[in-house]
């Protein structure tokens, strides 16, 4: 973790700090002896295996130094950064070796991970739990939300306006925020590792099956409607902010290339031209009556034009879809109301 001769020129020039890294160089080194050490068990409970995704991503947090916001931004590695990270994961692994995870479900923005099912990659997730989840016996509603272009896990915590801290504190549901794999428009393994996390959640928390959402911003919001479409059973509401249906990124030149640096060359070609064709996933509309649609688009947005986001709303309406419609003139920005209608969507409504 420490360079030997960084940590020889703290230990002459400051004795404290020193020993501090010298203490922390000895905390990671216990750390991989004991992530080795579950990695290599035989046997653990589901509950063990659904945290232990996160012990490694602690560790590689630790490695990195910084709390990665947006892929397009540069971070300079903080100590207290690392010795936050540290912490963590000698708590977890404290659980993990008791079988005891009840404290470890505390409100507010947790970073956890999974493996994904694809390929073994380790993709981080925020969670974010109600403030009474840990003494509550009631399921919640999981609201799933997916951040845009160049965004992280950590779109909520960084977009205050929308998401005011105070605000988040008071909602009633459970909320989970993928890394979306860079900017892959939530295809291919991007969308299996969000499927994956939803079925995972659904059975390690109490979540609500008939009560789950699936929202995001700008290319999350067009993720949304991918999940939605190809997997309707899952969700009863879906709720795009600035998002268009996957068949209309070709009519963006910014979203297709961003999609062209993300995705493999030879996926690129037969993919778009696919969802360049709205006729043939005309029908796909068919799939979405009965969920809760409410679809949020700005007025004034110079990425998602408005004539494209009406189509979206002719397109449900030729098909006899019902669908709210939400206006707001903010430029493309997540909307500042996003949390009342989480709210009016699900409220204070509570599963027993």
């Known amino acids: 973790m420490f360079p030997n001769f960084v940590f020889w020129i703290l230990l002459v020039l400051c004795p404290a700090a020193g020993s ?8 990671t080194t216990r750390i991989d002896r004991a992530l080795r050490q579950f990695q290599s068990a ?12 996160t012990l490694a991503l602690y560790r590689e947090n630790i490695a990195r130094g910084y709390k990665l916001k947006r892929l397009d931004e540069q971070y300079v590695a903080s100590e207290d950064y690392r010795l936050d990270q540290i ?11 008791k079988d ?15 493996f994904s099912t694809v390929d073994r990659t380790l993709v981080p997730y925020v969670l974010y739990l109600p403030a009474d989840y840990a003494t509550s016996r009631a399921k919640y509603p999981l609201i799933v939300y997916l951040h845009g272009a160049n965004g992280t896990q950590w779109e909520v915590e960084r977009s205050t306006k929308a998401f005011p801290p105070a605000e988040m504190a008071r909602g009633n549901w459970i909320m989970a925020v993928p890394l979306g794999r860079g900017n892959s428009g939530y295809r291919g393994p991007a969308q299996d590792d969000v499927l994956q996390m939803v079925k995972e959640l659904s059975r390690r928390l109490r979540v609500d099956p008939a009560r789950r959402a699936i929202s995001g911003f700008s290319a999350g919001g067009i993720g949304a409607w991918r999940l939605a479409l190809d997997n309707p059973e899952l969700f009863d509401a879906v709720i795009p902010i600035c998002g268009i249906l996957p068949w209309q990124v070709k009519d963006i030149p910014n979203l297709r290339r961003l999609v062209e640096a993300t995705l493999p060359k030879k996926q690129i070609p037969e993919d778009l031209a696919e969802l360049g064709d709205p006729e043939r996933h005309a029908a796909s509309f068919d799939k979405l009556r ?4 409410i679809i949020i688009v700005s007025i004034s947005d110079p990425v998602i034009p408005l004539d494209l986001a009406s189509g979206v709303t002719q397109q449900l309406e030729s098909r006899s879809v019902s669908f709210q419609l939400i206006k707001f003139d903010g430029r493309h920005s997540i909307y500042p109301g996003i949390l009342n209608v989480y709210q009016r969507l699900y409220g204070d409504d509570r599963n027993e």
């Open 20 to 27: 501090a890294a010298q203490d922390a160089s000895g905390r």
């Open 100 to 114: 005891d995870f009840a404290k470890l479900y505390r409100p507010g923005g947790v970073e956890c991970a999974l």
């Open 87 to 97: 912490g963590r994961a000698e708590e977890l692994i404290g659980a993990l070796r």
């Open 42 to 53: 035989r046997a653990l409970s589901p509950e063990a295996a659904f945290w232990l995704p």
């Open 290 to 293: 009965g969920r809760r649609l």
